[in-house]
């Protein structure tokens, strides 16, 4: 055992790859020198050099299109991009060409390229530095997404990411990084597409992913002193999606609850429930319900920011009502 | 004053208020009052806001980057509602919903300030097509840093600005970093002017250690945009502190930054206005007076409310429009049924 922060656990897994594999590599924006702007990379540069730890320009059309060139060729580029608030400026490269040149070209060839970033709120970061877009990238078909919640899964991942055949998008939680646990990175952990049982409970299934599995564990404890017994699923990936884990438990709970950060219409809380309803509804007793962020910006104002996105309380009082 | 030593009381007050708001930005960090630490100060930047802003005029539209506070300063913004917004405030100028990286008043022609290296520019293109349409002779002005310079968005801004003859100006505040990279580790085009001359823009580069010369190449490029031809202005200056609040600069060397913070414009200002026989007596009231001025931003920040919950589903789209509607509400009725 030995005790990890999510920011050094996904350092190590970079470490450990790069040691492994000579074509993998780093690219973005302070990567190299800076150690990352939330200091993932910290270090890095000593071990592998700067041209293994690419400081980049700002210039993020550039950078995922150069991975996107480089996994062709048959490296394995990282590519960081510093906030997913920046993934508009990449959504080309990104979805119009790694994610569709296997497809495009006729199988001829894979885009094995990871691109890591992070979201969500917790920072007074504001509007353009606070949002959950991991719905842009699972409505975008030709890209896996991974999104670890915990510090075992931020190595395992990421490392799993650097095996995949296609793109991977990689999405942290800035709120995540000092997170520390005891982690014995050699106990097997769920493979790569399988989601993760966190807790059980036969009354409601929470499903959920990133910081709101530590939410929605939070909120069952408390409905547990009070005789509600939710499971929790952490789905580990987005793509692939795992809902032969989902499946049995909520046939077996008849009730569901869907839990995301990101906002609430056409996101991934909204896929995830059409999909329960659709194939576990002989099972359900209750409408699948979704908490999720709400439609709007983030704002800058701490109270307003908060409010925008589930707490443990939402979660657990909303639980209260359907299962009453 | 306006007249003494060619105006350079006015522009040496101008960039004092600057220096001092930035100072008490950094304060209200410190006492944890600031909405979060993602705070970018313009120390040493003075120039370049007050240089620029001096050329403009009433009805001219600008945007800015992420190190904006100086620019809006110098452009009229009152500090009490800058604070508040830094704050997070229901008194600032976008109620508290902004902060520091996204201030703006459309009622002095701010169109906004972004976090998006890069977001803000292309706009001007559009205030600067509309203003010459509409015949209002304004201009329009992007404010950026040298990272900026490396985005693409940059380029097809400045070919629309000279392909339509439009009243823009670009103006790239160099001040050597961005976050961690000094800009020949970003370019091997440090140059930057010579890119905007290559699209047709008149374009210059001037050292933003006298406010007199920024000023100057200023006016001639600001001029020449309002009849029709676009510019570029890069300042040359340096990045006195960290990149935000929290960043302490480990990544530059120390006698850099001492030979960076040589180039104090407001204290190069303030010796040619103390050679040309400003009392000293009077520059110590101007500094009292802008201090006290300050001061009281923050006493106005702390003393405002938060924004009211009710306020967040209000803005997502005109005053009158269906607001989106609030999870809880959803919830509401899903949770009813029987
Ligand atoms: C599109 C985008 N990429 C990256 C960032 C992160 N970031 C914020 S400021 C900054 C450096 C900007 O440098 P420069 O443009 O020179 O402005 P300065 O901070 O020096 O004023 C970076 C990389 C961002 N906010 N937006």
Redesign the interface.
């Known amino acids: 055992m030995e005790s990890l922060t999510y920011r050094e656990a996904l350092g190590r897994a970079l470490a450990d790859a790069m040691r492994e594999d000579e074509s993998v590599f780093v690219l973005g924006?302070?990567v190299g020198?800076?150690g990352g702007?939330y200091g993932v990379t910290k270090g890095l540069i000593e071990e592998f050099g700067p041209e293994r730890l690419l400081?980049t320009?700002?210039?993020e059309?550039?950078i995922v299109g150069a991975a996107v060139g480089a996994a062709m060729a048959g490296m394995r580029p990282v590519a960081e991009l510093m906030y997913i608030?920046?993934i508009g400026?990449t959504m080309d490269q990104l979805g119009n060409q790694a994610a569709k040149i296997r497809y495009m070209f006729g199988g001829q060839i894979g885009v094995p390229m990871v691109l890591r970033t992070q979201g969500g709120t917790g920072?007074?970061?504001?509007?353009?530095?606070s949002q959950s877009l991991e719905a842009y990238v699972m409505h975008t078909p030709g890209l896996r997404l991974a999104i670890p919640a915990t510090v075992a899964d931020a190595y395992h991942l990421l490392r799993a990411a650097l095996t995949q055949p296609d793109p991977v998008v990689f999405i942290e939680h800035k709120a995540l990084y000092a997170m520390k646990a005891e982690v014995d990175l050699a106990a097997p952990v769920p493979d790569w597409g399988q989601a993760a049982l966190r807790r059980e409970g036969g009354d409601l299934v929470i499903v959920s992913y990133s910081r709101q599995v530590h939410y929605a564990l939070e909120a069952a404890e408390a409905l547990a002193g009070e005789g509600i017994e939710a499971a929790v699923v952490d789905l580990r990936t987005l793509n692939p999606l795992d809902f032969e884990t989902i499946r049995p438990l909520v046939e077996a709970a008849g009730r569901a609850m869907v839990v995301s950060e990101g906002p609430?219409?056409a996101g991934v809380a909204a896929e995830l429930a059409a999909r329960i309803s659709e194939e576990c509804f002989d099972y359900l007793e209750?409408?699948v319900?979704?908490?999720?962020?709400?439609?709007?910006?983030i704002?800058?104002?701490?109270?307003?920011e908060t409010?925008?996105v589930?707490t443990p309380e939402?979660i657990a009082a909303?639980a209260r009502?359907?299962c009453r | 004053m306006t007249r003494d030593n060619n105006g350079l009381g006015d522009l040496f007050r101008e960039m004092l208020r600057i220096r001092i708001f930035e100072e008490r930005v950094g304060e209200l960090f410190v006492r944890g009052e600031s909405a979060g630490s993602m705070l970018h100060l313009s120390i040493g930047e003075e120039s370049a806001a007050v240089g620029v802003c001096s050329a403009m005029k009433d009805g001219d539209t600008f945007t800015t980057h992420h190190r904006g506070h100086g620019i809006f300063l110098a452009r009229g913004a009152n500090p009490d509602r800058m604070m508040a917004e830094i704050a997070g405030k229901e008194t600032g100028y976008c109620g508290g919903k902004g902060g520091s990286m996204h201030i703006a008043d459309m009622g002095l022609g701010h169109l906004g300030a972004n976090a998006i290296v890069g977001g803000g520019i292309p706009a001007v293109v559009g205030a600067a097509l509309a203003a010459k349409r509409q015949g209002t002779g304004a201009i329009s002005v992007a404010f950026f840093g040298d990272g900026a310079m490396q985005q693409g968005i940059l380029y097809e801004a400045m070919n629309m600005a000279a392909l339509w003859d439009l009243p823009a100006v670009f103006v790239c505040i160099n001040n050597q970093w961005g976050m961690g990279t000094r800009i020949d580790q970003a370019t091997k085009s440090t140059d930057l002017h010579v890119r905007a001359k290559a699209f047709g823009l008149k374009a210059e580069t001037v050292d933003g250690l006298d406010v007199r010369e920024v000023q100057g190449a200023a006016t001639r490029i600001l001029d020449a945009a309002r009849v029709g031809r676009p510019g570029f202005l890069a300042v040359d200056c340096y990045r006195f502190y960290g990149h935000a609040r929290k960043d302490k600069s480990p990544y530059r060397d120390e006698t850099e930054e001492a030979e960076g913070r040589k180039r104090d414009p407001v204290a190069f200002a303030r010796a040619a206005l103390t050679e040309s026989g400003k009392a000293e007596a009077e520059l110590a009231d101007m500094e009292a007076a802008i201090a006290a001025e300050m001061d009281a931003s923050i006493d106005y920040a702390i003393g405002s409310d938060e924004p009211p919950l009710e306020a967040m589903f209000r803005d997502v789209f005109a005053p009158g429009e269906p607001e989106p509607e609030p999870v809880a509400a959803r919830l509401d009725r899903v949770l009813a049924r029987e």
Request: no cysteine; net charge negative.
């Open positions: 924006e302070e020198r800076y702007a400081d320009p700002i210039s059309a550039g608030d920046f400026m920072r007074s970061a504001g509007a353009q530095h609430m219409t209750d409408p319900v979704r908490v999720a962020g709400e439609d709007i910006p704002s800058v104002s701490t109270a307003l409010a925008s589930p939402l909303t009502r359907l």
